[in-house]
């Protein structure tokens, strides 16, 4: 979706990099995250700043290949590395589909996935909290609360393309990523504001063992981007007047008013429904426009929506994936427009 709006950026968000340059492993050995390039750290304190939407003031930033990356680095940071028992890894249910696969995926004996927060018993866990949530676009709080109990919190889309921005997050973990600000998946670039110094260190060591940093190229070309988005509001007479958050949640705005005209008349799907929020922001008032559809089967005949929609060739991710039943099922927003528009005639086709 945001291939358009960077095309029509074209030169003023492009980057060239010289042979010479980058070619340390190290960026600034003065800061805990050694690795990360100045400019990028400052872009992202700037953006935040700019938004609303996060504190960085007196907060570390740790960078990572990805808030993948980060997310692992995060909870191996969050582990302590003599227990008797691995640490469980916990979120409320639907929870993104990643976070059980990246948990136990290398079978570490310091954590592993123990699935629903609001199903879990005991004192010492780490809660994934993500908001607004893949799948379903809510707004989560943590549902656990101990003294021993950790948080992760994945604000991959608190953005103001999908939600309106109420308040600047502040908790002791926060992912970031260009994947979902931005659109730049391809550049693997995501980062995490850090409250605690030997928790940073924590993943910063692991990121070190894990990849020795992080690309250097990656961090100068999202440095640019983040910057390109930030002139378009500190100084809106820049070459091009187009800014990026108008432009996510102008095209989201009309996507989602499509899509919940086509559910209606099909009569088979609902979708959820989000409150009105003033975004502090935009300062204006609206509905969330998430990254995803969550579609939910009403209808009793169709036990798994995710092969009934397949027969029509439309691919979405079961609710299997996200810890509920097969009723219902998530589609990407984000797509290009030519595919959201096939999805919008293959779904209509069913009215
Ligand atoms: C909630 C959430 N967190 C993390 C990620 C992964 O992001 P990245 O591309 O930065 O690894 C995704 C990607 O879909 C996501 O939806």
């Known amino acids: 979706m945001f291939e358009d709006f960077w095309a029509k950026k074209g030169e003023e968000a492009t980057v060239v990099i010289p042979g010479w340059q ?27 700043k700019l938004v609303g939407n996060a504190v960085t003031e007196d907060r570390y930033i740790v960078i990572g290949t ?5 997310y692992q680095a995060a909870v191996f940071a969050l582990s302590p590395p003599d227990a008797s028992e691995p640490m469980s890894v916990v979120s409320a249910v639907p929870y993104y589909s990643g976070y059980p696969m990246k948990t136990d995926y290398l079978r570490s ?4 996935w123990a699935g ?4 879990f018993k005991g004192e010492s866990y780490i809660e994934v909290v993500c908001s607004p949530n893949n799948p379903d676009g809510s707004m989560n709080k943590a549902v656990l609360n101990s003294e021993t109990g950790k948080t ?8 103001p393309q999908y939600t309106a921005i109420t308040e600047p997050a502040d908790h002791d973990i926060m992912l970031f990523t260009v994947s979902k600000s931005t659109g730049h998946a391809g550049t693997r670039l995501g980062w995490a504001i850090v409250k605690d110094p030997n928790i940073a260190k924590k993943m910063t060591k692991f990121i070190a063992m894990n990849t020795i940093g ?19 509001y500190e100084h809106p007479n820049t070459k091009s007047s187009m800014r990026l958050f108008d432009f996510g949640r102008d095209r989201l705005a009309k996507r989602w008013e499509r899509l919940r005209e086509v559910v209606k008349a099909t009569k088979l799907f609902s979708l959820p429904e989000y409150p009105l929020e003033t975004c ?4 204006e008032k609206f509905a969330a426009y998430p990254a995803f559809a969550w579609l939910k089967c009403e209808k009793e005949e169709i036990e798994d929506c995710e092969s009934f929609l397949k027969k029509l060739k439309i691919q979405t991710r079961g609710g299997m994936h996200f810890g509920v039943d097969m009723k219902y099922v998530r589609v990407s ?10 999805f919008i005639e293959r779904l209509a086709s069913l009215a």
Do not use: P
């Open 333 to 342: 927003m984000l797509d290009r427009e030519e595919t959201f528009k096939l």
């Open 152 to 159: 992760i919190h994945d604000l991959a889309y608190y953005w």
């Open 214 to 232: 992080v690309s250097k190229d990656s961090q100068l070309r999202a440095a640019k981007i983040l910057k390109v988005i930030s002139d378009g």
């Open 280 to 283: 502090k922001f935009t300062r």
């Open 22 to 48: 980058t070619l340390s492993y190290f960026s600034d050995v003065t800061n805990v995250c050694w690795f990360l390039e100045r400019d990028f750290g400052q872009e992202v304190r700037r953006l935040h």
């Open 109 to 112: 004996g310091l954590f592993r």
């Open 116 to 119: 629903d927060a609001r199903a």
């Open 66 to 70: 990805g808030s993948t990356q980060l």
